[in-house]
């Protein structure tokens, strides 16, 4: 997926992030995987994910904030500040459960937002996804199939603030602003028909007795959750 025309002028707006959400708790569970002490759910991989966009964008300054010495550690604890600063006495309960939105534009200055998570029993640091045993017990939603295609980008392989063909496909097939994502998703497909992916959430298929998701050359985005699972 090339730096193209297209993305460099919508990359050129001063208000473009490059972004990264992530689950934070301090009763997140013990992982290898995890910075030691940080209550960030897989930092170390989020900030990964921004480097590789950084990268591919030729973002040369946020590339060197991303690969300096105890960035990711000082990251968590500006983390853990922000979360102490605006959700107070909340933010050190061990059973709730946070979404922190870390973003980056092109000088290397970045950003932290923060809202409380829905309690979810969804497991973390998952070693495999369940099997579907019995379809009736797990919860379900609509989702539709774009009618369209989508055109692989380094804005569908990364996620970003710009949102255009995922608004797209929503409104070809018939929702709007008012529909939540929590009631339904979108199917993205690129011009030989394959998934790339929803337009809010990490897809998974089932087939031949296992999990399986889009592959990197469809044009998917390349989230955190998805690198853990493959």
Request: aromatic share 8%; glycine share 6%; proline share 7%.
């Amino acid at each position: 997926m090339a730096f193209n025309d297209d993305v460099e002028a919508i990359a050129s707006d001063p208000n473009f992030e490059i972004i990264t959400t992530f689950a934070y708790s301090v009763g997140l569970p013990h992982n290898e995987a995890s910075l030691p002490g940080s209550n960030c759910y897989l930092l170390q991989h989020s900030v990964d994910r921004l480097q590789s966009a950084a990268t591919d964008l030729s973002w040369t300054a946020t590339v060197e904030n991303l690969l300096s010495i105890g960035c990711v550690q000082s990251l968590s604890k500006e983390i853990s500040a922000h979360m102490l600063l605006t959700h107070g006495e909340a933010s050190k309960d061990p059973s709730r459960r946070f979404i922190v939105r870390l973003a980056f534009k092109k000088d290397g200055m970045h950003s932290i937002m923060s809202g409380p998570r829905p309690s979810s029993t969804d497991p973390l640091y998952p070693v495999t996804l369940p099997n579907i045993i019995n379809p009736l017990i797990l919860s379900t939603m609509p989702v539709y199939l774009d009618t369209e295609p989508t055109t692989p980008s380094l804005l569908t392989k990364h996620k970003t603030t710009h949102r255009g063909p995922y608004s797209a496909a929503w409104k070809r097939v018939g929702l709007d602003e008012t529909t939540s994502p929590a009631e339904c998703d979108v199917l993205l497909q690129n011009e030989d028909g394959h998934i790339m992916g929803a337009a809010f959430r990490t897809v998974y298929f089932w087939k031949d007795g296992r999990f399986v998701t889009p592959s990197s050359v469809t044009g998917c985005k390349m989230g955190v959750s998805r690198r853990w699972a493959v």
